[in-house]
């Protein structure tokens, strides 16, 4: 114990770190308690350096390597300290998993991650009991509680998705946490006497009156249907019923937002980021589910044996998919034209943009030199955005460079006369004989800034 307050009084606050990480990230994933209250929250040393170390990641005068060893050095310390592996070394465990994925530290990323996954189920926070038991009957205390869980949730369904892993433990565990306030709530400390839980946010739908969730409920359940798309991608022989049961439970997120909730945009017109996030999440999901079983897929050469695994459907279906995919990673584009702060949005939104503009890209490469202004500019907004998010965060600079070089080969390419099919459509078996440029997979693996393998390390 006094090891843990000799090393807690160490790390004295560093405010401008501080309000860096509230003023560009704590909006993102909100599981601290609010600005004001920051300081009287008395929160342990690690995971103040992690805040600090955040937050240098926006600063002007300080890099965030400065940081990163001190940081790693503290949660390893406090793990291994019994006395000191509660709810708090989660959030930080959470919170510094993120940052390391922006990072490109993948490997150490997951691990982290899995980490603070593991803790949290041994715990207890998937239980409804754990707020009440730890909140100490105050309504703030159990209010971030829930926050945490339920980011943990929303962080570990990402992380599946960009491993195209068929579920995530957090989902799987069958947590019955009831569900967060809007941020408005969360700032002012007006909570409801009882929160929300699942089954009555599910139940909403056939209410007779409207009843009022917050944003961050509706950004819980796209990652529930995040889940449900996961939960077949593995799977060889998919019926045609379940993708459409997947993609009517997409439609319906957009057709039961709350008056409230139909804008990302607030009254004063600033984005509603965990209503941002949601958005991104379905449009993520509707790529996620239609771009394996398109036309589109046919021109990743790195698809290869995703594709040659499963049973495709016939092509006016693949067609069919072809479009919303597409449609879908419009609206991805869409949402980086916000006008917002685009380094105020969660880093995850890198992987969001990337996928995006594979999708282009591929339809770009199908569509012939007559739509290719549509897609430049798309693609133009993409890598622009990507740039802008470099200084931030090492993965966007990574992807950038890639992004750059395939648009820019693709876009100087000569279009053949009449149908043109690439290597990859010949060697998979697929029926595609579509006006466009044959790739070759050495120059266009899109698929792969998408695809790593989390023992190799940085992408």
Known sequence: MLRRKAFDDAVADDEALINLYYANFHACHPILVPRTMYSSQHYPGYLRL???????????????????????????????????????????????????????????????????????????????????????????????????????????????????????????????????CDESLYVEGAFLMEPPTVEQFDARVYAEEELQFSSFCYRIEAVRILARALSISCVHEVQEEQVQAIDNALAAWRHNLAVGKTNIHDAF????????????????????????????????????????????????????HGIKAIEASKQLADLAALGVPVQKHTPFFVFAL???????????????????????????????????????????????????????????????????????????GVDLATPGVALRGSDFPWIDLLSWDPGAGSL
């Open 50 to 180: 992690v805040v600090h170390f955040i937050g240098s990641h926006f600063s002007s005068t300080m890099s965030g390597d400065s940081l990163r060893a001190a940081t790693a050095e503290a949660l390893t310390d406090a793990d291994q300290q019994q006395g000191r592996r509660g709810y708090h070394l989660v959030q930080a465990r959470l919170l510094f998993s993120i940052a390391l994925h922006a990072r490109n530290e993948i490997r150490e990323s997951v691990s982290v991650l899995a980490q603070a996954v593991a803790l949290a189920l041994d715990l207890g926070m998937h239980r409804k009991s754990f707020c009440l038991t730890h909140g100490r009957q105050v309504s703030m205390e159990e209010e971030s509680l829930r926050r945490t869980w339920w980011e943990l949730y929303v962080t570990d369904g990402y992380v599946a998705a960009l491993q195209r892993s068929p579920s995530f433990r957090c989902h799987s565990c069958g947590p019955d946490v009831p569900l967060p």
């Open 354 to 428: 990337v996928f995006s503009a594979i999708v282009q890209l591929s339809a770009c490469s199908l569509h012939g030199p007559d739509f290719r202004e549509l897609y430049r500019d798309r693609l133009a907004l993409i890598t622009g955005v990507l740039k802008t998010l470099s200084p931030n965060w090492a993965f966007a600079q990574v992807v950038v460079r890639k992004v750059k070089r395939m648009t820019a080969d693709l876009l100087r390419a000569r279009t053949g006369e009449g149908a043109v099919e690439s290597e990859f459509c010949q060697d998979s």
């Open 269 to 320: 017109g600033q984005v509603d980021e965990m209503l941002f996030q949601a958005h991104m999440l379905i449009q993520y999901t509707t790529i996620y589910l239609h771009f394996w079983r398109s036309e589109l897929a046919a021109t990743v050469p790195a698809a290869f044996d995703i594709i040659r695994e499963r049973h495709l459907p016939p092509v006016s279906t693949r067609h069919t």
